[in-house]
């Protein structure tokens, strides 16, 4: 077993623009659940909206960054709106089987063979990262030491990604210090109460959704940067990784989101590497390396129901900032 | 832990049940295992066979010897169709080919229906299975092309099926849903335990499928008994929250449907248990094993039914989804109710899965494909009404069948989610639902 490699690859995670990505659509779902108590579980299609909002335009209109990227934000805008105005009435279960359902809507809508030219369907796009790399100042060339070694591109869509989770999240930190954020966290706790004292409760929910969306659907963009747009990566799955990210972190905190993210991977990674290294060394010989990513996937299962039970604030929260209202 | 604390409490002829059951799954998950692990090319034989194949027709005639050349990923060979009109090539790999028509090698008199289109293409995406068939139309077009009617009447029978079976799994999730307020994200994967036994015990262990059904449906029912006793009780007992225990669910889920994927891989399996013979009615053709799921749907469904309405626990399982503390107060055992709904959802849902698997086929992700549509079709009829979530299924699987008439097939899915969104908007309480469930 290659130890060097295996941790060389797990330590990598820390910055990978993936671990970005993550961490981004954590903080949106983090606004929308943390600090509002609405259960999204329809964050993949915020990423996908993000994802196709972006890559769309840019091929197809060969659109400059800064327009494309506003179309990927006006269109989560849209779809939060979309999502919000029949089930934010309602209890708080309702809207979490509305977006999960409207996030297999999206996928089956982008995967229909009747839109490949637009879409590419199962396909799905490429060759939208000229723009992007375009904007690009590092000169071309390697940096770096060690695990951390990638070439100017890969530091660019690095750099922005961080960039990125840093900004969220100090927009998130300032906003739920703000009058703003103690309505929100009031809905949270008890939405009688807020709306006993003359707050509108289904326009700061709307507020929350949308801006949590927007924040998903930037991470749809971070996550394409280093790989091509693919719908099989939108299915629920994603949203339940975002969510066992949250919820390792900590829902309602700053750091958890970022912190749950580089856990995660570097787990994910690590498990990765030592299985797949024990099974090349015949150690286990009877798995085979589907198998092996499989057992991640339970290992994903196992984490997010012993989390929810035995430690539902996380590593970073505060038992009472979370209350499980329902 | 809670859970460890608990699991002796599980009565031994379970557990037994239970440990046998899935010693027979970890059997055919090294099975399995042995057989992708080979993926060397010496060892090809081990691994699926692929091919492309079709067959070359005019009218209902078939047409011998026209050449189709298979190429892709440097791998080019010739077919030539037999006297039944059949050509195949087994091909290496899941990739893209190119599948190409020579028309000079048609008979005289017969050109290809669209003489432009002597190419088809497979991609890489399309190999869900391991067959995959191009067919190149030849002659005029001598096909009835069946009435919209026609089509109507049959796409309405299919939709009354897979309702049907969505209303077997669907209770469950209702019944659940009321007794203990539970939105059950792991319900899929009841579902596809029953598929996955059918298909072990009735096309591996080739056991006859009526056999096969009731020891199905048994272990089901134990599934559904084991959750409650090893992780659902518990977590009543130490008072976590629904929304938390509603994540526990999906963790649950997640953790079953990959467990599944690991033990019989990703391949769907099909069910060729001799129930495919077609009957035809009208315009209808419906298959032997279609007209049995319905019966059985039709008998079971009455059954529980009956069982809600005239039985002792059913009323008292409907007086705990409607004041689950009044009806404790007034003697009813709250605990044991909940117990015997689990086993009912489980029994239910592992023969809503044995139909799904006559219905289309087996995979390890079969019961979480529908399992939107089952929440559709509870939320349509109003979250923890029983008779609700018939009356949703049966919307929910026409619309999907009938949608396909006006939009591709790809997107029926979609639609039926759709019009649980606007269903929401409208009367969200569901169409027998009662109001004070919206909160």
Redesign the interface.
């Known amino acids: 077993m290659d130890w060097g490699n295996i941790l060389g690859n797990a330590v990598g995670e820390l910055i990978s623009p993936t671990t970005a990505a993550y961490a981004l659509a954590a903080i949106g779902l983090g606004v929308h659940f943390g600090y509002t108590g609405l ?1 999204n579980f329809g964050q993949a299609a915020f990423m996908l909206i993000g994802a196709y909002g972006f890559a769309i335009p840019t091929i197809s209109f060969g659109a400059p960054l800064p327009v494309a990227v506003l179309c990927a934000l006006i269109a989560s805008v849209l779809f939060a709106l979309f999502l919000g ?3 934010l ?6 809207l ?3 977006t ?3 996030a ?2 999206v996928r ?2 982008v ?4 839109l490949t030219d637009v879409t590419g369907a ?2 799905g796009l490429s060759g939208f990262k000229g723009t992007f790399a375009a904007s690009n100042p590092i000169p071309d060339g390697t940096y770096g030491f060690g695990p951390f070694t990638y070439n100017a591109y890969d530091w660019w869509v690095r750099i922005v990604g961080w960039g990125l989770v840093i900004l969220a999240s100090v927009l998130v930190f300032l906003l739920m210090r703000s009058p703003w954020g103690r309505i929100v966290k009031g809905i949270r706790e008890d939405e009688d109460a807020v709306r006993s004292l003359g707050k509108n409760v289904f326009s700061y929910k709307m507020q929350a959704l949308v801006m949590g969306g927007v924040m998903g659907s930037i991470a749809g963009i971070v996550f394409i940067l280093p790989r091509a747009v693919q719908p099989a990566n939108y299915t629920t ?1 994603l949203t ?1 990784f975002i ?2 990210i949250m ?1 390792l972190g900590g829902a309602a905190t700053i750091f958890g989101p970022i912190v749950g993210s580089m856990i995660f991977w570097v787990v994910l990674s690590l498990t990765q590497g030592v299985l797949y290294g024990a099974i090349e060394s015949g150690f286990l ?4 390396t ?2 092996a990513g ?2 991640r ?2 290992l ?6 012993l989390l ?2 035995f430690r ?1 604030q996380g590593i970073f929260g505060n038992k009472k900032e979370l209350s ?3 | 832990m809670h859970a460890g604390k608990t699991s002796g409490l599980v009565p031994r002829p379970v557990a037994l049940v239970l440990a046998t059951l899935f010693a027979a799954l970890a059997l055919l998950g090294v099975g399995s295992a042995a057989a992708s692990a080979s993926t060397d090319p010496s060892e090809e034989p081990s691994g699926p066979v692929l091919s492309i194949g079709g067959i070359m027709r005019d009218g209902d005639d078939p047409v011998e010897g026209v050449e189709v050349t298979v190429e892709g990923g440097g791998f080019s060979e010739v077919a030539t169709s037999d006297d039944t009109g059949r050509w195949s090539v087994v091909v290496p790999e899941e990739g893209d080919y190119s599948v190409t028509i020579d028309p000079d090698t048609l008979p005289d008199g017969l050109d290809l229906r669209d003489p432009d289109r002597t190419t088809a293409d497979v991609t890489a995406a399309e190999w869900q299975t391991n067959t995959i068939s191009r067919l190149f139309p030849l002659g005029e077009d001598t096909r009835q092309t069946s009435g919209f009617l026609d089509l109507f009447m049959q796409r309405l029978v299919s939709g009354l099926n897979f309702g049907l079976l969505v209303a077997l799994a669907a209770i469950g999730i209702t019944l659940i849903f009321g007794t203990t307020g539970l939105n059950n994200f792991a319900h899929g994967e009841l579902v596809t335990f029953g598929g996955i036994l059918a298909w072990v015990f009735a096309v591996l262990l080739g056991l006859n499928i009526f056999i096969a059904i009731p020891i199905v449906v048994i272990l089901g029912a134990a599934f559904g008994y084991v959750q409650d006793t090893v992780l659902w009780r518990p977590l009543r007992r130490k008072g976590v929250k629904l929304v938390q225990a509603m994540i526990v669910s999906i963790g649950l889920a997640l953790l079953l449907r990959y467990f599944y994927l690991f033990m019989v891989g990703g391949g769907t399996k099909t069910m060729n248990v001799g129930l495919s013979e077609a009957i035809v009615l009208g315009p209808v053709r419906i298959t032997t094993g279609s007209v049995l799921s319905m019966a059985l749907s039709v008998v079971v469904l009455v059954g529980v039914a009956l069982f809600l309405t005239r039985t002792r626990i059913g009323k008292a399982t409907r007086a705990v989804s409607d004041n689950a503390a009044l009806a404790a107060a007034s003697g009813i055992d709250v605990d044991r109710i909940i117990r015997i709904v689990w086993v009912i959802a489980g029994a239910l849902a592992a023969l809503a899965g044995v139909m799904l698997a006559l219905y289309r086929q087996v995979s390890w992700d079969m019961g979480f494909q529908v399992l939107l549509l089952m929440f559709a079709a509870v939320t349509l009829g109003g979250l923890g009404s029983a008779y609700g979530a018939l009356v949703g299924s049966i919307v929910v699987g026409l619309f999907v069948e009938l949608s396909t008439l006006f939009i591709p097939a790809d997107l029926k899915y979609a639609a039926a989610l759709i019009v649980l969104i606007f269903v929401l908007l409208l009367r969200p309480q569901g169409i027998l639902g009662r109001r004070e469930r919206i909160g």
Request: charged content about 10%.
């Open positions: 259960l105005i029949p089930t009435r309602l209890r708080a279960d309702y979490a089987i509305v999960i359902a409207a297999e809507v089956y809508i995967t229909t063979t009747g199962a396909n799955g339940f969510w066992t919820l010989g009877f798995l085979s589907t198998q499989q057992i996937f339970m994903v299962g196992i984490a997010l129901m929810v039970i539902p499980f209202s329902v």
